[in-house]
C-alpha cells in the first residue's frame, strides 16, 4: 500500500521569503503521479503542480517547484517570493496509474506567511 | 481545468437524517470521486463513481451509508445517511479530467447536530 508523509504539521514564513515543504512517500509502483495541493480557508482544493514519475525533469509552475529525488522517494514543494495569499493547507499526495486513479493525501503542512 | 460546483454549500442536519450532496462537472469525464475531510484532518476517499456502474467503495466505507449515483458524464450524488454527529465533515467530490489531474469542488460542510 501506499502511504505519503509529511513531516512538518505547520510552518511559518515571512512574506518575500522561501520555503520548502517536505514530502516523502512509500510505494513500489514505478509509475504514479505527485501533486501538491492547496486548500485555504475558503476549503477549495487546489492543484498547485504535478508531477509525473517517469520525468526527470522537475515541475514549475510560476513561483511553484519541486525537487523530486525518485530514488528517494521524496517530493517537496518550494515556494520562492511567498505572498499572503499562500497562506494555506498544503496536501502533498500520491496517484499510481490506472486503472482506478485512486489519490493518498499527507495529512498536510499548514503554510502562514506573516506581513 | 474542469469547472465543479456542489450543492449545497453547506447544511446543518439533525441526528438520523439523510442528506444528499449534488456534484456537477462542467464536461464529461469518465471517473468521479468523493471524498470526506473531518475536520483538521486530510481527505480520505469515500468512493470512486463511473458512469454506469456501481460506486466502487473504500475500506470503511458502505453502500448503505453513503449510497451514491452516477446517472450521466457530468453529474453525480452522494448520499449521507441515518446521520449521527460523527458525519460532520466536508464532502468533496473531485474529477479527472485528464489523466493525472484531478479537480475538486469547493465541498460541503455538513454539521449534524
Known amino acids: 500500500a501506499q502511504t505519503v508523509t509529511q513531516s512538518q504539521p505547520e510552518m511559518s514564513v515571512q512574506e518575500a521569503e522561501t520555503v520548502t515543504l517536505s514530502c516523502t512517500y512509500d510505494?513500489?509502483?514505478?509509475?504514479?503521479?505527485l501533486f501538491w495541493y492547496k486548500q485555504p480557508p475558503s476549503r477549495q482544493m487546489i492543484l498547485v503542480i504535478r508531477q509525473e514519475a517517469y520525468k526527470q525533469q522537475n515541475a514549475t509552475e510560476n513561483r511553484f517547484s519541486v525537487n523530486f529525488q525518485k530514488a528517494a522517494k521524496s517530493f517537496s514543494l518550494k515556494i520562492s517570493d511567498s505572498q499572503l495569499g499562500d497562506t494555506a493547507m498544503y496536501f502533498c499526495?500520491?496517484?499510481?496509474?490506472?486503472?482506478?486513479?485512486?489519490?493518498?493525501f499527507g495529512k498536510g503542512t499548514r503554510l502562514h506567511i506573516l506581513p | 481545468s474542469a469547472v465543479i460546483s456542489q450543492k449545497p454549500s453547506r447544511d446543518i442536519c439533525q441526528r438520523g437524517t439523510s442528506l444528499t450532496i449534488q456534484c456537477q462537472v462542467d464536461?464529461?469525464?469518465?471517473?468521479m470521486f468523493w471524498y470526506r475531510q473531518q475536520p483538521g484532518q486530510s481527505l480520505t476517499l469515500i468512493a470512486t463513481?463511473?458512469?454506469?456502474?456501481?460506486?466502487?467503495?473504500e475500506s470503511g466505507f458502505v453502500i448503505d451509508k453513503f449510497p451514491i449515483s452516477r446517472p450521466n458524464l457530468t453529474f453525480s450524488t452522494l448520499t449521507v445517511s441515518n446521520m449521527s454527529p460523527e458525519d460532520s465533515s466536508i464532502y468533496l467530490c473531485s474529477v479527472e479530467h485528464r489523466q493525472g489531474s484531478q479537480y475538486f469542488g469547493p465541498g460541503t460542510r455538513l454539521t449534524v447536530l
Open positions: 510505494t513500489s509502483e514505478s509509475n504514479y503521479y
Open positions: 499526495a500520491f496517484m499510481k496509474l490506472s486503472p482506478d486513479d485512486k489519490i493518498i
Open positions: 463513481a463511473n458512469q454506469g456502474s456501481e460506486a466502487t467503495y
Open positions: 464536461s464529461q469525464v469518465t471517473m
